[in-house]
Structure formats: C-alpha cells, structure tokens
C-alpha cells in the first residue's frame, strides 16, 4: 500500500505528531510519501497545484492523506484517488468556540475545512468534540504518542543535561515563549512568578530527547490553553510519569483521567496556584504512563490503516510487512 501524506511545509518540519504516526505506519509496511505545501491562505496553498498534479502524474499511489481541513480541501482538487482527512480541530472551531472570539477569526477557513470534510472519502477527527459531517464514513482515531522516545528516567540525574536550576522548583510550561496566544502564557508567567523558588521554563527549541528529559527533570507540567485538541504534550507528560496541571481543553480530562498528581484548572489565577500547590506537594511521579498505553502510536497506527482498507477495499493491496 502506498499513500501519499498531503500536510503543510510552512513550519520548515513537519510536526511531531504527524511525522511520528507516519514513522509508525512504515514499521507496519506502509509505503509512504509527503507532499508538503508551501504557501499561506488559498492563495499560497493553490500555488502548489501544479507541483502537485505533477507528483501524481509521475508516481501511483492507493489513497491520499491529508492532515488539516485546508491540506484536505487541496488534496480534493483532484479526483482520482481517494482523499482521507485528519481535523485537528483548530481547523474546525467556529463562533461559538471562545478562542474564536478571542481572536476574532473569520469564517473562510472553517468554511473550507467542513467543506473538505464534506466531499472527503472518509474523515478522521483527533477527538469527539471537533467531530462535523457525522452521518458519513469517519472515525474518531486520537494523536498517539511515541512511548519510545517519551518514557520515565529518574529525575535526579537531568537536572545538569537540561540546564536546570538547582534549589529551584521547575515548571515545565507547555509551549514557547512565542507560541500563539491560544497557549495563554500570560497566565502561565504571572501565577508561577508569585510561586516561591519556582521558575517556569518553556518548550522552545528542544529535541524530542530534550523534551523528554524535560518532562522527567522538571516537578510538573503546566497547561494554560485556551484552545487545544491534544494537546500532545500532555500524553507525552503522561508517558513520562510527570504530575500536571491543565485547563480542561481537548481531550486533557480524559488522558488523565482519576491519575493521582494531575488536576485540572480554570482561568482564574488563584485556582492555578492552588492546583500546582497540590501538584508539588503530591511529591512523587505520577502513574501516568500505564494509564496511557492505548495511546501508543503502534495502536494508532493499526487504526489508521483499518481506515486505508476500509476506503480501499476490494483494490486494497496487503497492508501488513
């Protein structure tokens, strides 16, 4: 089986928990290509046309699979395969959504994702809450986790390699210092800032190892987002057995379910103290990772392809190595 990944280029790599589900599918013996678009908005997405129809003239391929409404409304522009689309849900979210409001976003885009989901062949949502078109063929197929690279490692031993202060709490915040205002660092900076010896340090500029050893060094993860529908970063903390404080976004409340060591918060600073106050003195890793193996990417994987061979169906070459 050979599939053609349509997604975009623009953040010069492709992001983890796509690349991560593709690495899967090969070890399952799926051949697999990327198109990367280049461009912003309709316009910069329809450069690419030509690129494109180029790409499928010159190499056969069984399905395309698009991550993101707009990747999957492009990939419709052709109608000889058959178009699979992933929502990740910022590609859904409309006006009654308070981050819509926030940022005061048009519709055009949300517009253009549920018509992609319209006339997709089939679609996959990350979670239940983003879920459009549901009286056709789709599936609900959350983002995995790699619990290779995400794993527990004693703490004591990192502080040193991921230049951490000693003596100091460390509060890993779940994006960088200029991630998108959806991610709510304001908040994030202002509460840890009164917290005693704490320091909050952002994800920015890591390896995934680097992440990783992050997640093991640091005494809890913190989520402030106004809008998510992973996050990622809150498994991969769960696959590292590290307590977490996080407003209840995507599908934070079910990942972490009753695990001891994870809370979660409202908006209000108060309240985000007071759950990081229970975090820490929780004072022990949490069990996170146990509660967290149906997330393995392997898994995933297996669901992603049940959808390939159910598209394909009768042409369904073999799938499996």
Excluded at 40 to 63: A, E, H, Q
Excluded at 261 to 282: H, M, N, R, T
Aim: hydrophobic fraction near 40%.
């Amino acid at each position: 089986m050979k599939i053609l990944i349509v997604c975009s280029g623009n953040w010069g790599f492709i992001k983890p928990f796509v690349s991560e589900q593709v690495d899967a599918l090969i070890e399952r013996g799926i051949q697999v290509d990327y198109f990367l678009i280049h461009g912003k908005g309709i316009t910069g997405y329809l450069k690419n046309l030509s690129r494109f129809w180029k790409v499928l003239r010159s190499t056969k391929y069984d399905l395309i699979h698009a991550h993101f409404g707009l990747s999957g409304f492009f990939a419709e522009l052709q109608r000889k395969l058959p178009v699979v689309i992933t929502f990740h849900g910022g590609d859904l979210i409309d006006k009654k959504n308070p981050y819509y409001k926030r940022k005061n976003k048009t519709n055009f885009h949300f517009l253009l994702s549920r018509l992609a989901a319209k006339h997709s062949t089939y679609t996959i949502f990350v979670n239940q809450n983003i879920l459009v078109s549901s009286s056709k063929s789709h599936a609900v197929i959350p983002c995995g986790v790699n619990l290779s690279t995400f794993y527990y490692q004693d703490k004591k031993n990192l502080k040193q390699p991921v230049n951490l202060k000693n003596g100091k709490t460390n509060i890993l915040f779940s994006s960088s210092i200029n991630g998108s205002n959806a991610k709510n660092y304001s908040l994030a900076c202002s509460v840890v800032s009164k917290i005693k010896d704490a320091e909050l340090v952002a994800l920015q500029n890591y390896s995934r190892k680097e992440v990783c050893d992050l997640m093991n060094a640091c005494d809890l993860l913190l989520v402030t987002s106004f809008f998510e529908t992973g996050p990622q970063v809150v498994k991969e903390a769960m696959a590292c057995n590290c307590p977490i404080v996080s407003t209840d976004v995507g599908d934070v409340r079910e990942v972490m379910g009753d695990t001891e060591g994870c809370y979660i918060c409202s908006y209000d600073p108060q309240d985000v103290a007071e759950k990081i106050k229970l975090a820490l003195a929780f004072g022990k890793r949490t069990n996170g990772r146990e509660k967290i193996l149906k997330y393995d990417n392997r898994l995933i994987a297996e669901k992603v392809i049940k959808v390939y061979e159910e598209v394909l169906g009768d042409r369904c070459p073999t799938a499996r190595a």
